[in-house]
C-alpha cells in the first residue's frame, strides 16, 4: 500500500518542481520598487481609514449628544 501513494506523489512533485522553473522571480530593484509601492500604499489607506474612522466616530458622537 505505501507504494501507491508513492507513486501518485511523484508525479505531483516532478509537477512542482517543473512549475517552479517556469517561474520569473523579480530582480533586486523591481523588487525593491515594488516593496515599497505596497507599503506607501497600504500606509496611506490606513491613514485614511483612521481618518474616516475619527470623523464618523465625532459625526455619531456629535449626533447623540
Known amino acids: ?3 501507491a501513494k508513492e507513486t501518485r506523489k ?6 512542482v518542481k517543473a512549475e517552479f522553473k517556469k517561474i520569473i522571480w523579480p530582480d533586486k ?4 520598487k ?3 509601492a505596497v507599503v506607501s ?3 496611506l489607506l490606513g491613514a ?3 481618518i474616516t ?3 464618523v ?3 455619531i458622537d456629535f449626533l447623540v449628544r
Not at 10 to 15: A, D, R, S
Not at 29 to 32: G, M, N, Q, R, S
Open 34 to 36: 515594488q516593496t515599497a
Open 41 to 43: 500604499v497600504s500606509v
Open 1 to 3: 500500500m505505501g507504494d
Open 10 to 15: 511523484t508525479p505531483f512533485f516532478k509537477g
Open 53 to 55: 474612522d475619527i470623523l
Open 29 to 32: 530593484t523591481t523588487l525593491a
Open 48 to 50: 485614511i481609514i483612521a
Open 57 to 59: 466616530k465625532y459625526g
